[in-house]
């Protein structure tokens, strides 16, 4: 919290967090903030982390994310994989490494059905009401950067 802490002395006029993953089973990164499932949330420990940030006035607004297809293994099963609109995997480059990387880290998503489509959706407004419970100023949806919300819009993904 003491990033947070720092930039909320510096007087901004607003804050807004870095990627708060809506579903700990597709962190972007291994290092992501995550919002548990309910029954297991520690609201405390979000409130702590809302009172930092706003501690001088500041107000905070969380960045909710889902990573989809760019959710690299580690949080899940070997076998299974990240989740998108379409089974195209994510291109990080076009030389064998990248290649290997894909393959072994990323792997090819699975096509979302219906029902991982509405549970993706409730998990952005367990997001945002566990945010607003914490006492943050509000949330900012990410939609961009080819993560999930960005895939539906493109027609390459």
């Known amino acids: 919290y003491r990033l947070y802490e720092r ?46 940030c706003q501690s001088y006035g500041t107000p905070t607004i969380v960045q909710i994310n889902h990573a989809g297809r760019q959710s690299p293994m580690g949080k899940r099963s070997f076998r299974q994989p990240s989740i998108a609109p379409s089974p195209i995997p994510m291109t990080i480059g076009d030389n064998i490494l990248a290649k ?28 945002a009401e566990i945010m607003f419970q914490a006492g943050f100023a509000g949330v900012e949806i990410h939609a961009s950067h080819g993560y999930l919300i960005s895939s539906f819009l493109s027609p390459k993904t």
């Open 100 to 127: 290997m990387l894909q393959t072994l880290i990323i792997g090819t998503p699975e096509e979302m059905t219906q029902s991982q489509i509405d549970e993706a959706i409730q998990k952005f407004v367990n997001a």
């Open 7 to 52: 930039w909320a002395k510096g007087s901004f006029g607003l804050l807004l967090t870095g990627n708060v993953q809506v579903d700990e089973r597709y962190p972007g990164l291994m290092t992501d903030l995550m919002v548990p499932r309910k029954e297991k949330i520690d609201i405390e420990k979000w409130k702590r982390y809302a009172n930092v």
